[in-house]
């Protein structure tokens, strides 16, 4: 196993940008360093709206129909129920 002792005590303010610093910072030092070692070169674009866009995905998933599914959707998301509407239809169009 090639186990490298010294990446055990970098810390967020050695990581060689400013990207690397603030995902070292939010994500953990490893979680940076993994992203060196395994991805070297590769851009990677974090999308405004990705979040968004899961949460819709699960709401479309878990909504069967039932007056109840909504209101749980409602109640654990923090949306209403007319914005739930409004998520389900757009997205029951594509």
Do not use: F, H
């Not at 196993?1 to 990581?15: F, R, S, V």
């Amino acid at each position: 196993m090639d186990k490298k002792p010294w990446l055990d005590e970098i810390t967020a303010d050695e990581m060689p940008n400013e990207e690397l610093k603030t995902i070292a910072s939010l994500c953990g030092v490893k979680t940076a360093i993994n992203l060196m070692k395994n991805m070297p070169g590769v851009m990677i674009c974090v999308p405004n709206r990705s979040l968004i866009a899961i949460r819709n995905k699960y709401i479309c998933n878990k909504y069967d129909g039932t007056k109840k599914s909504l209101l749980d959707l409602s109640l654990s998301l923090g949306i209403t129920q007319r914005q739930l509407y409004e998520i389900i239809k757009r997205n029951n169009s594509k």
